[in-house]
């Protein structure tokens, strides 16, 4: 399964910390208690400009009972 998350405005080229904490927000309501495991990039953090250490920790935070880890292709 994929789950695309908009976490740009159009016009606006910089990652929205508000929308990117929403969309795990919903990310942990749809899928707490369903035995999956979710992989994700570094999303928000290259062409949206995003600190990956701020990032993580609000995706620690929104993710919190639920299996995830960080995806990085070599």
Request: charged fraction near 25%; proline fraction near 3%.
């Amino acid at each position: 399964m994929i789950i695309e998350l908009l976490i740009q405005v159009k016009k606006i080229k910089f990652l929205q910390i508000i929308m990117l904490r929403k969309c795990f927000q919903n990310i942990y309501i749809t899928y707490n208690n369903k035995n999956l495991r979710i992989g994700y990039p570094k999303i928000g953090a290259g062409l949206a400009g995003g600190d990956w250490t701020i990032i993580s920790k609000i995706i620690d935070e929104e993710l919190k009972d639920i299996d995830h880890t960080l995806v990085e292709l070599p």
